[in-house]
């Protein structure tokens, strides 16, 4: 914590006379109401990855079909795979809100496409000749 915040002490706040506890307790709960409005606000902005979408979502957002996105997700950086079988098949997979917005962000060409994108973003998915 910074210099310039300065909170009392336990033993300055038992010095606090019981008059003015009411006022104090109010001043703590507006102190608490402020800090939590922007902790909410800082996590909303940068987004989090707890927030995430199902595979029928994440395609709908990038405008490509559902199997594309299965097919090449981990690859795109959108698919977070939090199980897999034991061939190393995913089974639970998951695709995280701040993901796929850096994906869109980081690919306008798609964007513009959607609806239209039949194969991955340049540069990205399947490589070699005929893909």
């Known amino acids: 914590m910074s210099a310039s915040v300065r909170l009392p002490t ?7 006379a019981t008059a003015e506890l009411p006022a104090f307790a109010a001043r703590l709960a507006s102190l608490l109401v402020q800090t ?4 909410q606000a ?5 987004g989090d990855d707890c927030e ?13 079909s559902v199997d594309l996105v299965r ?22 997979t998951i695709y995280p809100r701040a993901r ?9 060409a798609a964007v ?3 609806g239209n994108m039949k194969h991955p973003p340049a540069g990205q998915g399947r490589t070699g000749s005929g893909g």
């Open 10 to 16: 336990v033993d300055e706040v038992a010095q606090v």
């Open 36 to 39: 939590t409005l922007r902790l």
């Open 42 to 46: 800082e996590v909303r902005d940068q």
């Open 52 to 64: 995430a979408w199902d595979v029928e979502e994440a395609a709908r957002r990038i405008g490509c």
């Open 71 to 92: 097919e090449h997700g981990e690859a795109w950086g959108i698919a977070l795979v939090l199980s897999r079988d034991r061939n190393g098949k995913p089974t639970r």
């Open 100 to 108: 796929l917005q850096d994906f869109l962000a980081a690919r306008p």
């Open 112 to 114: 513009a496409r959607r």
